[in-house]
């Protein structure tokens, strides 16, 4: 698919590798729809995906809440007269132990910090993948969904949650491309590893030392790699039902 005016709506698209991607696409040409929750920072993101030649909006959107979801896709097919293109990026981290002990203390990891991850990482995918192909079925739209799955989806120590969030896009993002398939819309992944975005930043330097020195590139991976994973999947036609993993040769 040529990216050229094509419409592409990005879930937490207001930062980190959201961000990235958009506006990676919109140096392409794409039309950028970008979804999240805070307004300043969607305004920012919009206003530097213009500035890379793409056209962009905002839209407030949370994912995990069907309503909001159905009432974003119909408003960004409305606003642009097409889909043909998602990235379901948004995500949110509540990592702990399942149960941990410490000090003579038993704690567990509650209910609400399980549900909210999935809530977010994994239905809130379902959401915008179903509505988002059924209104391109209905538009007679081509096109990709991207995924992003993780690293942590073989399984990652204090992210129970998480990391049976990301397994589940990663299956489900062979499911729909099975599926949509026969109307023109391919579905594929990227299992990113450690990347350098806000989250990272934010950690202690003997940290990060110690994660880089366990990644055989002895880097972290750059945002911008993120995004040029995203655009071969939307450019390459035959490319479905698969998971890029970008990880620096890291496997958990």
């Not at 040409?29 to 805070?38: I, K, N, P, T």
């Not at 129970?160 to 026969?182: H, I, M, P, Q």
């Not at 109307?183 to 990113?192: D, E, L, M, S």
Request: net charge neutral; proline share 2%; aromatic share 6%.
């Amino acid at each position: 698919m040529q990216l050229n005016d094509k419409t592409i709506i990005i879930t937490g698209g207001c930062q980190g590798l959201g961000r990235a991607m958009a506006e990676y696409l919109a140096a392409k040409g794409a039309r950028l729809a970008l979804v999240d929750l805070s307004p300043e920072k969607l305004d920012a993101a919009v206003a530097a995906c213009r500035a890379a030649g793409g056209e962009a909006r905002a839209y407030l959107c949370n994912i995990a809440n069907e309503e909001q979801v159905m009432q974003m896709v119909d408003q960004v097919a409305k606003d642009f007269g097409a889909i043909n293109g998602l990235v379901n990026n948004a995500g949110i981290l509540r990592d702990g132990l399942t149960v941990k002990v410490k000090d003579g203390e038993l704690s567990t990891l509650s209910l609400a910090q399980w549900q909210a991850v999935i809530d977010v990482n994994l239905t809130g995918v379902f959401l915008c993948t179903r509505e988002v192909a059924a209104k391109m079925i209905e538009l007679g739209n081509r096109g990709a969904i991207v995924n992003i799955s993780s690293i942590s989806r073989a399984g990652n120590m204090g992210q129970a949650n998480y990391s049976a969030a990301k397994a589940g896009v990663a299956a489900d993002t062979v499911v729909w491309a099975k599926e949509l398939a026969r109307y023109g819309i391919r579905v594929a992944a990227i299992a990113p590893g450690f990347i350098e975005t806000e989250m990272t930043a934010s950690m202690r330097p003997e940290a990060l030392d110690k994660m880089t020195a366990g990644i055989p590139l002895k880097r972290m991976g750059k945002p911008a790699e993120i995004a040029h994973a995203a655009t071969f999947i939307f450019e390459n036609d035959y490319f479905t039902g698969r998971i890029l993993e970008l990880d620096g040769g890291l496997r958990l």
